[in-house]
């Protein structure tokens, strides 16, 4: 069974760089019709998709956080990596990785997450 | 980018009361709309795809319809372990976006 797990520093100083992986067990991120994502909440606030990659290394970005994000993967170590560069507080949320699947003729949708990762950006 | 509204923002319900939950585009989005359940201290869980396709596993009582600009998520006889909050996702243009989402809460 596949499963998604979050892991990275769990405090971020502003203006650094917040770095996330997404390691998933079970199975493979090469091919299919799958994509792997994103995706955030701020404390007791709603969802914000930050951007997804394909395994063949195409990504879509949220074009507010565009100029500050960038999404990677290593198929070979079944992760894909988050990176976030010049974080403020507005930046504090707890940080989901998720596998989106993109069926045939169908919408895309996120179908299985990882738990959440609380990050803190503060000094 | 497409904005989502949804309404209301928070319901009252009781075990057994059907429940309808709206969410309306900014733009049309053909079919292009998703529904998610999230409980606290949990990861949002997929219910209906596509607006009108249930995710496998999903319980019957769970339905989605709509197209174009407008959609509803309707729960039938809502149970116990419904109490969450819903969220409407478009997923028409690469930016997806959210819904605020819909606080089902117990009368």
């Known amino acids: 069974q596949l499963q998604l797990q979050e892991s990275g520093p769990g405090l971020v100083k502003p203006s650094e760089t917040l770095s996330l992986t997404c390691t998933v067990s079970?199975?493979?991120?090469?091919?299919?019709?799958?994509?792997w994502g994103w995706v955030r909440q701020p404390p007791g606030r709603g969802l914000e998709f930050i951007g997804s990659?394909?395994?063949?290394?195409?990504?879509t970005y949220n074009p507010s956080l565009k100029s500050r994000v960038s999404i990677s993967l290593d198929t070979s170590k079944t992760q894909f990596s988050l990176k976030l560069k010049s974080v403020t507080a507005a930046d504090t949320a707890l940080y989901f990785c998720?596998?989106?699947?993109?069926?045939?003729?169908?919408?895309?949708?996120?179908?299985?997450w990882g738990r959440g990762t609380l990050v803190t950006v503060s000094s | 980018d497409i904005q989502m509204t949804q309404s209301p923002s928070s319901l009252s319900a009781s075990v057994g009361d059907r429940v309808t939950i709206s969410c309306r585009a900014s733009?049309?989005?053909?079919?292009?709309l998703n529904w998610y359940q999230q409980k606290p201290g949990e990861a949002p869980k997929i219910l209906v795809y596509a607006a009108s396709r249930l995710h496998s596993g999903v319980p019957l009582r769970f339905s989605g319809s709509g197209s174009g600009t407008d959609f509803t998520l309707t729960i039938s006889s809502l149970q116990r372990e419904d109490f969450a909050t819903y969220y409407c996702?478009?997923?028409?243009?690469?930016?997806?976006?959210f819904g605020l989402g819909t606080k089902v809460e117990m009368k």
């Open positions: 990659i394909y395994y063949i290394g195409t990504t």
């Open positions: 996702q478009q997923s028409y243009s690469s930016s997806q976006t």
């Open positions: 998720a596998r989106e699947s993109s069926p045939p003729d169908y919408t895309k949708y996120f179908d299985l």
């Open positions: 733009e049309s989005i053909s079919t292009y």
């Open positions: 079970g199975g493979s991120i090469s091919g299919g019709n799958y994509y």
